[in-house]
């Protein structure tokens, strides 16, 4: 699917990932990007804000008025991002029921409820779904529990998405970044890349019709070893 001349919605577009997917969609072309944020009018730190293609919205992926009102005024969407995402650090063993809703609420239901909304504008303009989900959906590393389990829930959907959307003509990608150098994971000491190299990566992939997008070196990499022996990752995940 091409880029240029396309319609499209980024949730969470106002920091990070979200604003480095705008950022690219601008460059590669988009006439009109949605840039949904959860605090209204915020265009963080997207750095082309003033561009003329860029329409503001106001979207909590987890408020359903917010959905069904930003859906009936981009009913000239064509390319769904869902990007919006929160991660809670700890164990599955001891982690507040709360850290679960709020994954869960976001990562799973948020990429579901907004999928649904956007179906029929997606279904009428032959469009695509781009599910921003982790490397961590592939295998669980024991102290982002909860979000992986969010993640790897959201994954399975994006499938049963995919199956139910090619009778629609709608395309259904999967992204899977490994560490992204973005609020999310600040602290965290580890080899990181540049959400403007994952955004353009994610980009070349929708565009090359991949359906399963690996945009980082980490993710490669691991990706590669994942294919060839699934529980080595596990292993080495449980052990970090
Ligand atoms: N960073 C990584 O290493 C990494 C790796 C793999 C996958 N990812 C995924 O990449 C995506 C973007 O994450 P990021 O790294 O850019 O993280 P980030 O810097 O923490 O940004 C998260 C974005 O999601 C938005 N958001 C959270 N809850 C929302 C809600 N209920 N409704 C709408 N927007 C909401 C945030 O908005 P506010 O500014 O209002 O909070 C923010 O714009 C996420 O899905 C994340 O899981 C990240």
Known sequence: MNIEN?????????????AALVEALLERGASKVYAAARREGDLGTIPSKTDRRI???????????????????????????????????GSVL???????????????????????????????????VVNILTLVALASMPSLGVYNA??????????????????????????????????????VEMPKTAPAHVAAEVLAGVE????????????????AQWTTGHKAIEHQFAAM
């Open 55 to 89: 329409v503001p919205v106001h979207l909590d992926v987890t408020n359903a008025a917010h959905l069904a009102r930003v859906a009936g005024q981009a009913g000239d969407l064509q390319l769904l991002f869902n990007n919006a995402g929160v991660l809670n650090f």
């Open 208 to 223: 090359a019709n991949q359906e399963d997008i690996f945009p980082d070196p980490m993710a490669k990499a691991l990706y």
């Open 6 to 18: 396309t319609v499209a919605l980024v949730t969470g577009a106002n920091r990070r990932i979200g």
């Open 150 to 187: 969010s993640k790897a829930a959201a994954w399975s959907l994006t499938q049963s998405l995919r199956g139910d959307f090619a009778k629609r003509g709608v395309k259904v990608f999967s992204v899977f970044p490994g560490a992204v150098d973005t609020d999310m994971l600040k602290g």
């Open 94 to 128: 001891d982690a507040p029921s709360t850290a679960f809703s709020q994954n869960f609420d976001v990562n799973f239901y948020g990429l579901l409820y907004a999928t649904r909304a956007f179906a029929p504008a997606l279904t009428r303009n032959t469009g695509a």
